[in-house]
């Protein structure tokens, strides 16, 4: 009981320091939720006026008083009031002076920059020493902490206590000074927020303020490219021709682009200036109006006025010339519910001449118009100026062409006629000069190019050549043969229709970027274009023989032919065109020695035997003219009984250089060119001359001359009937001559050549087959050719002399003869024992060197054949060996 009881006094005793702890307690949390409540108050504040109000209630929870003032430097550097909660502290200071607001307690705060405790004894103390002026209320205790941010001051809170009990303490200067640091931190921040708020707010109000600028400039940027635009396309609708209803149709829309212009219409002075008209009306209430005398109305206003006019609101805009606008009051003399709310009218003129009016008008709108649609209104009149102008003039313009119309008419139908006669001529001209360009330029058989046109093509290459030395082409030179047999026998219309089927063959041959041409006659030449290797060129000369060879059907034949080809490639020493068609000519020539049907490439060697032979045809043509040749005869005479029967004729050509020259060394260029014909016509003529000289003695009366002939008079047309000619002009007595052809004159042509010697046996002539032996010697040549004579060649006949084989078949061909009709005649006899040989098989007639030596015959009547093995002393006759 007794320890029950000390315990319980114990606790009575301690009682009271556990309320004072308790209250102590209390206010420290109370202090800790407001200094909290103000934190989070200064840190999430926008506005200062909020922060204020909720620092009322901290400070009457922290404080012995709920009174307190927060004043700020301004940026003038003065103290300026920024809160006061006491409403008679706050209208005391609103009469206070800024100036004095540094000779307060609070300037002496923000002096000293430390916090000032000052009673009302001491605040009169500061007063009268003049460091203060005294203003405001009265208070018992005065508490000011200065506003820091770091080490600036930006202003001061102070308290006042009206309660002389309720004075401020140190604690009280603390809470005061930790109030301070949480109001500056608001204050910045909502300082900050709003300098934010306001540049926020003044590039609001900038970017707004640009951006309806912009709005307006792009309005009347797009209003002046649709202005710009319209009247553009009014400018352009002036430059048209069109009717000048569609005209106002077109400008009236045009207009109502950019201005109200429902209601549109435009009116016209007579001619007289007493009446107006209306072209065009377009208008929601009135009709079309019809022609009336002038009045007082607005369109005879705006023509007098002469200037571009505005009306609303009764008052009148006017445009001078100079573009300046003027306005004046409008008093219309009739009533006002008769006017439109606007009306918009420019006058038209003519060099200053008004001739009329166009106007737009508003029933509902009076600001539809404005004053500067006037320069609109007289930019459109002008151009509705021009063009009614213009349809005037074109109206009097018709109105003289009409006139003259039927004049040009006349006048053009005439000048038609003429033209077309011109055209006509001017056209059949042309086609002439192409043709004539084509004609020169092209064969007129085959329709190829000729020589003209091929040699300016080979020209071209040969420069071509020249500026490209890897640039390579060549020249085929392309002869036919037997075309003349065919062209000769045929007739020409089968030669020429051979010659177009060659041209297609070749043709088909070459390639397409060479060029084929025919020169004339049975030539053709191809230019081998852009060639890459030696095997193009001989697979299209391969191509081309074998193409020609190929057999013909013309007019029921079958003909054969081939191709010799020279060929020519390009060079860099080629001057011209005929140099490279010389050389390939020249190797085609060559070909044709070497078989022909085939092709020869040139070769420098090939020049100097082409004019070799050009240099012989020259001269033999010349020998043909001055008579060099001479005739050498040689004696055929009796096996049997050695008396001699004729003599065969040997051309010889007593060359001017050369001496004595044989026909083996020029008679094949003469076969070739065709002078055999010019120089057989010689022989033929001198020989029937001889004849006629034998005449006169006995002994020669019936002697024969053989006469060697080409076998052209047997297959070419018309030579056989004109050697008959010449042997019948020159003699009576053709069977005093025998007439020798080898096989090769119709070895080829065996129908005609036999038809031809047929003819020639029934005119008269004797007929012998020479050189029997040196060819094929066909039997057939025996018994179905009509000849007298069969003459052994020379070759044969020297096989006697070491070998004896052949002397049967002489004796056979005796036998035959007998039976066929013929004779044998021997050539080239040497020797006795090869004529004895001859009689023992019963050959009939010979010739050689052991009989006699050929030369020339002299008539005389001494015999100087000393040589011969015959006597013939009987003989006028003499042979002297050449």
């Not at 140190?170 to 809470?175: A, F, L, M, R, Y």
Request: charged share 25%; aromatic share 8%; with cysteine.
């Amino acid at each position: 009981m007794d320890l029950m009881a000390k315990e319980n006094t114990h606790a009575i005793r301690q009682l009271p320091k556990l309320k004072s702890l308790l209250k102590k307690y209390r206010e420290l949390k109370s202090m800790q939720s407001s200094l909290l409540q103000l934190s989070e108050l200064a840190s999430s504040i926008t506005d200062l006026d909020t922060f204020y109000q909720g620092l009322e209630s901290v400070i009457k929870s922290l404080l012995a008083t709920d009174s307190f003032n927060i004043a700020l430097l301004n940026p003038f550097e003065e103290l300026q009031l920024a809160y006061c909660h006491n409403p008679v502290e706050k209208r005391l200071h609103e009469d206070l002076d800024l100036a004095k607001g540094r000779k307060s307690l609070t300037g002496l705060v923000l002096l000293r920059q430390a916090p000032i405790h000052c009673s009302a004894k001491e605040r009169m103390a500061l007063a009268k020493a003049d460091k203060i002026v005294l203003y405001g209320s009265v208070w018992a205790d005065w508490l000011g902490v200065p506003l820091k941010r770091g080490k600036q001051i930006i202003g001061v809170i102070s308290l006042q206590s009206y309660d002389k009990k309720r004075c401020f303490s140190e604690k009280n200067c603390q809470i005061l000074e930790f109030i301070a640091e949480h109001l500056v931190t608001a204050i910045d921040r909502v300082r900050s927020r709003e300098l934010l708020e306001s540049s926020i707010h003044q590039r609001t109000v900038n970017l707004m303020q640009t951006n309806q600028q912009l709005q307006r400039e792009i309005v009347e940027r797009q209003l002046a490219v649709k202005t710009h635009q319209v009247l553009l396309n009014i400018s352009e609708l002036t430059t048209k021709s069109q009717a000048i209803s569609g005209f106002y149709q077109a400008l009236h829309g045009e207009i109502n682009k950019l201005l109200p212009a429902k209601n549109f219409y435009i009116a016209l002075l007579s001619e007289d200036k007493s009446q107006l008209e209306f072209p065009y009306h377009c208008d929601e209430k009135l009709a079309q109006p019809t022609t009336r005398k002038l009045s007082d109305s607005l369109s005879e206003m705006a023509i007098k006025i002469a200037k571009p006019i505005l009306l609303r609101d009764s008052i009148m805009y006017t445009l001078a010339a100079e573009g300046e606008v003027t306005q004046c009051d409008f008093s219309p003399q009739y009533p006002e519910h008769a006017l439109t709310r606007a009306w918009l009218a420019a006058p038209l003129s003519d060099q200053g001449e008004i001739f009329g009016v166009i106007a737009i008008q508003h029933y509902q709108d009076k600001n539809a118009y404005h004053s500067k649609d006037l320069e609109l209104m007289r930019f459109v009149s002008h151009h509705i100026a021009i063009e009614i102008l213009r349809q005037k003039a074109q109206q009097q313009a018709i109105k003289s062409h009409d006139a003259l119309e039927e004049i040009v008419n006349k006048r053009t139908e005439e000048l038609q006629a003429t033209n077309l006669h011109l055209r006509m001529q001017i056209e059949e001209r042309r086609k002439a000069e192409a043709r004539l360009y084509h004609e020169a330029h092209h064969d007129a058989l085959t329709q190829l190019p000729n020589r003209s046109m091929f040699s300016e093509r080979l020209t071209y290459a040969i420069r071509h050549l020249k500026r490209h030395p890897n640039y390579r082409f060549a020249v085929l030179f392309i002869d036919l043969d037997r075309f003349k047999m065919i062209n000769d026998t045929l007739g020409h219309h089968a030669g020429d229709q051979f010659l177009i089927e060659i041209s297609r063959r070749l043709g088909d041959c070459v390639r397409d970027n060479d060029i084929l041409a025919r020169l004339g006659g049975d030539e053709f030449v191809v230019l081998l274009d852009s060639l890459q290797a030696l095997a193009d060129i001989e697979e299209i000369a391969s191509r081309i023989i074998t193409s020609i060879a190929q057999p013909f059907e013309l007019e029921g034949h079958t003909l054969y032919s081939n191709a010799s080809m020279g060929i020519a490639q390009s060079r860099v020493s080629y001057k011209d065109a005929s140099e490279i068609l010389r050389d390939a000519d020249a190797a085609m020539y060559e070909a044709k020695s070497l078989g022909r049907g085939r092709y020869v490439f040139f070769e420098d060697s090939m020049r100097e035997k082409i004019i070799a032979s050009m240099t012989l045809e020259q001269e033999l043509r010349q020998a043909i003219e001055s008579k060099q040749f001479e005739l050498h005869y040689q004696k055929i005479s009796d096996l049997t009984s050695t008396k001699t029967i004729g003599f065969e004729v040997l051309l010889r050509w007593q060359h001017p250089s050369k001496g004595l020259l044989t026909p083996s060394e020029f008679l094949f260029m003469a076969e070739e060119t065709g002078m055999i014909l010019d120089i057989e016509t010689w022989v033929i003529e001198q020989v029937c001359l001889q004849l006629k000289r034998w005449q006169q003695f006995k002994e020669h009366e019936n002697t024969y001359i053989g006469v060697n002939l080409s076998g052209r008079h047997l297959t070419q047309a018309n030579q056989l009937t004109k050697l008959m000619a010449l042997i019948s002009a020159n003699t009576v007595e053709p069977e005093r001559l025998i007439l020798e052809f080898n096989e090769s004159a119709f070895a080829r042509h065996t129908e005609l050549a036999l038809k031809g010697l047929q003819k020639l046996k029934e005119f008269g002539v004797k007929l012998a087959l020479d050189d029997y032996g040196a060819g094929l010697s066909s039997f057939n040549f025996l018994h179905n050719y009509p000849f007298e004579f069969i003459k052994l060649d020379r070759s044969f006949i020297h096989t006697l002399n070491h070998n004896d084989k052949n002397l049967s078949l002489i004796k056979a061909l005796h036998e035959l003869g007998t039976k066929f009709g013929y004779q044998l005649v021997a050539e080239g006899i040497e020797s006795e024992a090869m004529f004895k040989k001859l009689q023992t098989v019963g050959c009939e007639f010979g010739q050689g060197y052991y009989i006699n030596r050929p030369g020339k015959i002299v008539e005389d009547n001494i015999d100087v054949d000393t040589e011969s093995y015959l006597d013939a002393k009987s003989h006028t006759v003499a042979i002297i060996p050449a």
